[in-house]
């Protein structure tokens, strides 16, 4: 399949935006999945391909912020762990898939999102070092069932995992950042395996999108290590997001 030159550069500009976007926040996918189906491939191959590129950019994001921030891993294995099981499940339900169904159910989940992001206006990068919310079986669940929406389909994945780690397992914006990094990285080794195993990767495809996603992922893991005000700019960054999603996903507009 022969690409001419501006589908390179769709590809590639795309992966870039989405990349930078999962990396310190999420919903990276809403713009790599559409560009996908745009450029004719379908939905599920495009579900399959666009693994690829999130598999390198979680690795170098995640690598990136644990290089800069010296971030300690200890207990995520608590997250990582059920959200890979979650994540085989899910990706083995998707390889059939109901569009419209999966279309409210996303936009469903995106409005339960904003809920304790709008509440929670105190997004600062202090961790709480004493917190163990983490190391519970409510946790446990919470990140088995993001796994198997993760594998699923992706999208908001990022912003389902931010949320529940900064507001409720109290993680700092950057330790959340990292570690929700990692995670997607574990969980997409399994999910990226079936979507093979099935045939429902496109390489060409993925490559191209893969080169700006790992490109975003360097530039955003740098941002959010250098400024500042990074936990302000992700939740607000966050808030656009899902308001986008939401009015994309009904059709309100």
Known sequence: MEFEWYIYALAIFGGLVAGFINTIAGSGSLITLPILIFLGLPANIANGTNRVGILLQSFVGSYTLKKQEKISLQGSAWLIIP???GAIAGSVISIDIDESTLQT???IIMLLMLIPILLNKNWSNNSDSKSTKHKSFLSVL?????GIYGGFIQA???VLMLTGMVS????SVNHANMIKNLIVFCFTVPAIAVFIWNDQVDWKMGGLLAIGQVTGAWLAANFATQSKDAGKWIRILLIIIIVGSIIKLFNII
């Not at 409720?168 to 993680?171: H, P």
Request: hydrophobic letters at 60%; zero cysteines.
């Open 83 to 85: 959200s890979m099981i």
């Open 105 to 107: 159910i996303i936009g």
């Open 142 to 146: 919470i990140f088995f069932l993001i």
């Open 156 to 158: 908001g994945v990022g």
């Open 168 to 171: 409720y397992a109290k993680y």
